[in-house]
């Protein structure tokens, strides 16, 4: 079992109201789940928990990775673990070129096994094959990034970091059908060289395209219904009082 | 702090902490009158103008109120600063004839090394004066004059005459005055009609004295359709009582010259940088200032451009950096005269551990500066909540012919930008100091290679001092 998050309930510090009221969900390696579920309704917050978000607070259950409680873990310790999360609006960063990130991080998380010249390239490929211009790398993170670049700018992170449990928070919020599919091959592509993944998301769109192994739906803080694809064909039908 | 992190730290302070027991050769007593000022000119040897000019400024100072502004000055007593202290070296243009402990503290700064790489040029000083000056024999040839005040009184007094306290009179402030009588040092350079100096020039200022001051002058002449970079380096050991620097910069952009002055300040904590840098540009000239204040207490340091002749370009990028401690009060002025003038001001500013970043800035669009654009633009970064950051930029326009913009921001790194990087396996400390760096990113690209390297090292170091 890659994740497994046991009667996890969270809040934001300094607040009462918990926003994660008893989750549980196992990802075997491999895998790709799918967390669908209306707007408001903590989706997010279960990202965050999940890669150490200090905005939050754990108060009650676990989070197991790869069978070890991370809980105590910091968000950097937990990336070096294998877990990374690509962001619904990620920051900018000023100054600092794409590449000289994700060439930091890199070595952070790998370390010395590759050549800064294997790595450039290979960061080249990744850019190209999004559909990006190569310049990209030249710009400073996510500084005048259209919509679209972010969302794209984060896959080719995540390409490139490789990490073990990739979480996608809305990762189609805001691409056109053209982007969303590029956007789903490349997730397909990390998945097919081992990574398992978490996908959330409140529209079944992007699963037209997504090679997934299993859907929840998630309803006021907890996963209110399991299944397969088809789950979050029956949920753009009716609705998601299907699970209410 | 774990220790080891504090070990590590420590021994990275070892590097920039060089002190020097170099017995120098005159050293004259602390204490300001008019006798001092008399022994300092003959103890150099100098001609009766330069005598009567230092006289004469000492009156001015005597009659100068303090500025009511800027950094607090209640500590700086100027009557305790020794002044003048000549070290016991005869300037040379081979590294051998420099004394032993002087020249291994420039080698540990990697002067000698930066000279054979990538400099066309170096003056290295040592207290009150210069004890190596040398520069690349096709330069002579072209007749590149670089040499330190001293001797240009000696061999080119009327070149010096006619430029020497021009800009910055000794009446133009208290600090100028004092400068005008006490000044020693500093480096001479003139770039004739259409010479493009392939390479950086650079003065590195040493201080190996406590209680000392260092009040080297700098003369700048790029003749009409020249280009130099001029590199200004500086550092001392820390002690523990007060030092006093006020150097003074004058620099004269001919018709279609191009000069980029270069700054990179890093006194120890423990002095008082109140420095004048004044830049006059005629048509079609361009003067570009770069600048990143680092040491100090206090510092107090605007570098000016007046855009004299038409078309002309004012460039100013600055980055300060207050840590633990210090008050660094620097900006930037430009005064508009010429038509079509252009000027542009990005000054960043950091302020971290309780430090505080002040910035101040004149811009003047005068009546017949038809036609010019400026823009400004402050900003300053707070690391954590014990630091402070003002900015002040004045804006002045006497014509409706112009175009000026202006920005102005005081922010702090944001938890979710902090969260971002460590999602990405950046711990804290890396996380923020890759903040900063991106931040002054700017002053980083104007520099040297070998510089930007170690100008991010600097950054690194401060940054993990002050939160490590």
């Known amino acids: 079992m890659i994740l497994k998050v046991e009667n996890l309930k969270a809040k934001i510090v300094g607040e009462e109201k918990l926003i994660l009221k008893g989750v549980e969900l196992e990802i075997a390696e491999g895998e790709a789940h799918v967390i669908m579920g209306p707007n408001g309704s903590g989706k997010s917050t279960l990202a965050n928990v999940i890669m150490g978000n200090p905005k939050y607070e754990v108060v009650d259950g676990d989070i197991r990775f790869l069978g070890e409680s991370i809980l105590n873990l910091r968000t950097d310790e937990r990336a070096q673990r294998g877990i990374m999360l690509t962001f619904q609006n990620p920051y900018e960063i000023e100054g600092v070129k794409f590449d000289q990130l994700l060439l930091t991080a890199y070595r952070k998380l790998h370390g010395e096994d590759k050549t800064f010249f294997q790595l450039h390239s290979e960061l080249k490929s990744i850019v190209s094959e999004i559909g990006l211009p190569v310049e990209f790398l030249e710009r400073f993170v996510n500084l005048g990034f259209s919509g679209g670049e972010r969302k794209k700018g984060e896959i080719v992170q995540a390409r490139f970091l490789k990490p073990k449990l990739l979480i996608l928070d809305e990762i189609d919020s805001g691409l056109d059908v053209d982007a969303l599919r590029l956007v789903a091959n490349q997730i397909n592509e990390i998945k097919r060289a081992g990574t398992s993944l978490l996908v959330i998301t409140h529209y079944s769109r992007i699963l037209n395209f997504l090679d997934v192994d299993r859907v929840h739906v998630y309803i006021d803080g907890r996963i209110a219904l399991s299944g397969d694809k088809n789950l979050a064909y029956k949920v753009e039908a009716d609705g998601y009082s299907i699970a209410r | ?468």
């Open chain 2, 1 to 468: 702090m774990e220790l080891q992190k504090l070990l590590y730290e420590l021994k990275k302070r070892e590097e920039f902490d060089i002190k020097v027991n170099a017995k120098p050769a005159i050293k004259l007593p602390a204490g300001l009158n008019k006798k001092l000022v008399y022994e300092i000119s003959k103890a150099k040897g100098e001609p009766d103008w330069m005598t009567q000019h230092r006289l004469r400024s000492f009156e001015i100072f005597e009659k100068w109120h303090d500025p009511t502004w800027g950094v607090d000055r209640s500590e700086l007593e100027l009557s305790k600063i020794v002044p003048y202290i000549k070290p016991d070296a005869k300037k040379t243009n081979t590294w051998d004839e420099v004394p032993e402990e002087i020249k291994q503290a420039f080698e540990k700064l990697g002067i000698p090394e930066a000279e054979r790489k990538y400099l066309a040029g170096v003056g290295a000083q040592f207290d009150s004066e210069m004890v190596y000056k040398n520069i690349k024999e096709e330069l002579k040839k072209l007749g590149v004059i670089f040499t330190d005040i001293e001797t240009a009184v000696r061999e080119y007094p009327d070149l010096l005459r006619e430029y020497f306290m021009k800009l910055v009179p000794p009446t133009d402030n208290r600090y100028a005055a004092l400068h005008g009588a006490l000044w020693s040092g500093g480096t001479f350079l003139y770039v004739p009609k259409g010479v493009k100096v392939p390479l950086p020039l650079q003065s590195y200022f040493l201080f190996g004295n406590p209680g000392g001051g260092q009040f080297e002058h700098t003369v700048i002449i790029a003749d009409e359709g020249s280009e130099v970079t001029y590199i200004e380096g500086c550092t001392a050991p820390k002690y523990d009582i007060v030092n006093l620097h006020i150097g003074t910069v004058e620099v004269y952009v001919k018709r279609g010259a191009r000069l980029k002055y270069l700054t990179m300040q890093n006194w120890s904590k423990n002095m008082f940088n109140l420095e004048i840098k004044r830049a006059i540009a005629e048509e079609d000239a361009v003067m570009t200032w770069v600048s990143g204040s680092f040491g100090s207490y206090k510092t107090m340091v605007y570098p000016a451009t007046i855009l004299k002749g038409d078309n002309s370009v004012s460039e100013n990028v600055s980055i300060s950096f207050a840590g633990p401690g210090q008050h660094i009060d620097t900006g930037s002025k430009v005064i508009h005269i010429g038509r079509n003038t252009r000027s542009t001001v990005d000054a960043r500013s950091i302020s971290i551990g309780g430090g505080w970043s002040f910035y101040r800035g004149l811009l003047k669009i005068t009546e017949s500066a038809k036609g010019s654009k400026a823009t400004v633009s402050c900003t300053g970064l707070m690391i954590d909540n014990k630091s402070k950051s003002d900015t002040v930029p004045i804006i002045e326009v006497h014509n409706s012919d112009s175009d000026v913009g202006h920005e102005a921001k005081i922010g702090r790194i944001k938890d979710e930008q902090i969260f971002y990087l460590m999602s990405r396996g950046l711990s804290e400390l890396e996380a923020k100091s890759l903040i900063v760096k991106g931040f002054i990113q700017p002053v980083v690209q104007e520099l040297p290679f070998e510089y930007a390297i170690e100008l991010n090292r600097l950054v690194e170091m401060e940054v993990e001092s002050s939160i490590g």
